[in-house]
């Protein structure tokens, strides 16, 4: 069973920056695609950003988009995700999720997921 870990969250001044990391248990996270979601107490969860196996697919939301960056280096077994640009609006839990059969933005394709990591975006 995959097991993912995020970090790099933190607090972060609006217009700041952040980049997030996602890692996995064993040395295995080329063989999925990964996507990154948020959420906030009492919003449903929304999702952000997601990447192929290989790196050459990607999709943002909307509200990310020219401002977030989704990447991944399978031979340190890791995909991140640069925020630039930040917002109040942007501050949520992230989590990183794999086991998808396809690249895409919705959560409840995804198998496994990791514990989460707090975004705080404010003055």
């Known amino acids: 069973q995959l097991q993912l870990v995020e970090s790099g969250g933190g607090l972060v001044q609006p217009g700041g920056s952040l980049r997030l990391s996602c890692t996995a248990s064993?040395?295995?996270?080329?063989?999925?695609?990964i996507g990154w979601f948020r959420q906030v107490p009492g919003k449903e969860r929304e999702g952000v950003s997601c990447i192929s196996r290989a790196g050459g697919i990607t999709q943002y939301a909307d509200s990310v988009k020219g401002r977030f960056t989704i990447s991944r280096d399978n031979a340190k077994n890791v995909v991140y995700l640069q925020m630039n640009s930040l917002k109040p609006e942007d501050t949520a839990v992230y989590y990183c999720a794999g086991g998808s059969p396809r690249t895409t933005l919705r959560g409840d394709e995804y198998a496994y997921w990791g514990q989460g990591t707090q975004v705080t975006v404010s003055s």
């Open positions: 064993e040395n295995t996270l080329d063989n999925y695609r």
